[in-house]
């Protein structure tokens, strides 16, 4: 298993793609709240909530096309619309880029989804 040269923007990347789902849930959360206590202070914080959300997916999609893989020359967290390499489907849980994203957070390490290239993330 080879070093990922590009480590520091996959992290980037994976850090990115949590902190958005971290945002969405909180407006979710605001929404109802909004909705269901018909406080004010919530459709102000909604809507801070929604553009930070909408600032925090962007980002993902600049950070994840901004690095991608040494052997293929494809972007392992853009999974497109064709099946993965079968080096990296997982017995069970998560696949896909999704897989790749919780991989390089959890274990420092990814299979790239396009060519099955195992990669180290490091420091």
């Known amino acids: 298993m080879r070093n990922y040269p590009q480590s ?3 992290k980037a990347d994976a850090y990115s793609v949590m902190f958005a789902w971290g945002l ?3 407006t979710a959360l605001l929404f109802v709240a909004g909705n269901v206590l018909s406080a ?3 459709n102000v914080a909604l809507g801070i909530s929604f553009f930070a959300f909408t600032g925090a997916a962007a980002l993902h999609v600049a950070l994840a096309l901004s690095h991608s893989c040494p052997s293929c020359g494809k972007h392992p967290t853009v999974q497109g619309f064709r099946p993965i390499h079968q080096n990296a ?3 069970s849980g998560v696949s896909g ?3 790749v994203i919780w991989s390089t957070l959890r274990e420092r390490k990814f299979v790239c989804i ?3 290239e195992a990669w180290r993330v490091t420091a």
Do not use: D, N, T
């Open 40 to 42: 004010p202070i919530s």
């Open 89 to 91: 489907v997982p017995a």
């Open 97 to 99: 880029w999704a897989r």
């Open 24 to 26: 969405f849930v909180v």
């Open 8 to 10: 520091h923007l996959i």
């Open 114 to 116: 396009h060519c099955g």
